[in-house]
């Protein structure tokens, strides 16, 4: 079965839009490991709009599956991951107008700065995964820095979805999963996966090992709990 890594930036976004102490992301967590989540992704941004230096902390003593942070590469991120030891960090592109990741880290453009800040988190025992856009060079580039794992970039496919486009954007996915395991890195899938989407995905995509999703399971808690947001969700990928 694939895994499944929960998002819980948003549970923060809207804690943040009242600058108050809930909804907690911290508790979120909690209750999408207990309902079967194989693990917790955050992303720690620059401007902190959603989780905050504390929740991090908090996160890396309470998780019991693995804590995957998302970040930019810069010299900030990298002590606090060192600093920290999440189980897994996830090099990601970062701009501050941004509503969310716009796309795939350029590893073929920035091959030299990447596999700095490569080796440097994995000097200290925590793997390194690689957003990046579907493209058999970014992959390429990836196993060239020696990334234990990369993320494909799954937004133009959630987009496409039930268009024209979608079987291309699906074709892109898999190619760029089916290399990405054949250079001996782990693959994993995210952004703008939902309980539609999803399926498809992982049943054409026979590499991947792992989906991150945020919003989707945010959005849907809203209404059923997070709990049975997460469960719901595994269905999906059990079946």
């Known amino acids: 079965m694939v895994e499944l890594s929960v998002n819980v930036d948003h549970v923060a976004t809207v804690r943040e839009a009242r600058k108050g102490l809930e909804p907690d992301p911290v508790a979120a967590a909690i209750e999408a490991e207990v309902a079967g989540a194989s693990g917790i992704t955050i992303h720690l941004r620059e401007d902190r709009r959603h989780i905050q230096d504390r929740d991090l902390r908090v996160l890396r003593e309470v998780v019991k599956t693995a804590l995957n942070l998302e970040m930019a590469a810069t010299e900030e991120m990298i002590s606090i991951a060192i600093a920290i ?87 892109r996915v898999i190619n760029a999963a089916s290399l990405a395991a054949r250079l001996g890195m782990r693959v994993h899938a995210g952004h703008g996966l939902d309980y539609r989407n999803t399926h498809k995905l992982v049943r054409r995509g026979k590499e991947i090992q792992e989906v991150s999703i945020g919003h989707a399971i945010v959005a849907r808690a809203v209404f059923v709990g997070i709990a049975q947001a997460v469960r719901e969700m595994l269905r999906l990928l059990s079946h």
Do not use: M, W
């Not at 970062?94 to 988190?121: C, H, N, P």
């Not at 060079?137 to 060239?144: F, G, H, L, N, W």
């Open 85 to 171: 030891r999440p189980d897994q960090v996830t090099l990601v592109p970062e701009k501050r107008q941004e509503l969310t990741t716009e796309g795939g880290l350029d590893v073929a453009g920035l091959e030299a700065g990447v596999q700095r800040a490569v080796s440097r988190i994995q000097e200290v025992g925590i793997r390194v995964s690689l957003f990046i856009d579907p493209e058999l060079s970014q992959v390429q580039a990836s196993a060239k820095v020696r990334a234990n794992c990369v993320e494909i970039h799954t937004g133009r496919y959630a987009e496409t979805f039930r268009t024209l486009q979608e079987g291309l954007e699906l074709d």
